[in-house]
T-cell receptor, first 110, second 114 residues
Framework: DQQVKQNSPSLSVQEGRISILNCDYT??????FLWYKKYPAEGPTFLIS?????DKNEDGRFTVFLNKSAKHLSLHIVPSQPGDSAVYFC?????????FGKGTRLHILP | GAGVSQSPSNKVTEKGKDVELRCDPI?????LYWYRQRLGQGLEFLIY????????KSGLPSDRFSAERTGESVSTLTIQRTQQEDSAVYLC????????????FGSGTRLTVV
């Protein structure tokens, strides 16, 4: 039973354009949602989070939107840069544990 | 140390052998987590240690898997009688409790069972 779902395994975006990564969840009891970024042969690194009581959080080029009624969140990266090419994991927290999605591989095209 | 350190970085073992994976968390971090990532899959929760509380072992896939942590220091994940389906990257993370943005991961141990 996958509680955090990332339905797009990969996404290609032109450099300078907006990247939108999507995530759906099934459990309304999650208290925080997070995005992690992972480069090959490295551990995931924290990118941005949002509390379940908020609907938007912005940090520089990164903005996370939360739609609780749809149980959906998205990560917007604008403008996209070559260094953004990586795997992005959507995650949610409950009972001190993080539950991760399968990830979306983002390719930034020159 | 400055980050979460895991060793070895790579391990190749024969089916049926036991392996031990090590995690050195960030000093002062009370929470420690083990996850694994099999090929093409997401990060799968295995076990969670918080201070001196009983660990949350709900993610361990079988009784061949066990983990220990002494106080708030090093943790070892042991896999007995390894099987080919145990092949994965095993990731350790540590944090201060409740600081959800502060989960810091190590680079992982890539385990290959042949």
């Amino acid at each position: 039973d996958q509680q955090v779902k990332q339905n797009s395994p990969s996404l290609s975006v032109q450099e300078g354009r907006i990247s939108i990564l999507n995530c759906d969840y099934t459990n309304s009891m999650f208290d925080y949602f997070l995005w992690y970024k992972k480069y090959p042969a490295e551990g995931p690194t924290f990118l941005i989070s949002i509390s379940s009581i908020k609907d938007k959080n912005e940090d520089g080029r990164f903005t996370v939107f939360l739609n609780k009624s749809a149980k959906h969140l998205s990560l917007h990266i604008v403008p996209s840069q070559p260094g953004d090419s990586a795997v992005y994991f959507c995650a949610a927290t409950r009972d001190d544990k993080i539950i991760f999605g399968k990830g979306t591989r983002l390719h930034i095209l020159p | 140390g400055a980050g979460v350190s895991q060793s070895p970085s790579n391990k190749v073992t024969e089916k049926g052998k036991d392996v031990e994976l090590r995690c050195d968390p960030i000093s002062g971090h009370t929470a420690l987590y083990w996850y694994r990532q099999r090929l093409g899959q997401g990060l799968e929760f295995l076990i969670y240690f918080q201070g001196n509380s009983a660990p949350d072992k709900s993610g361990l896939p079988s009784d061949r898997f066990s983990a220990e942590r002494t106080g708030e220091s090093v943790s070892t994940l042991t896999i007995q009688r390894t099987q080919q389906e145990d092949s994965a990257v095993y990731l350790c993370a540590s944090s201060l409790r409740g600081v959800y943005h502060g989960y810091t991961f190590g680079s992982g141990t890539r385990l290959t069972v042949v």
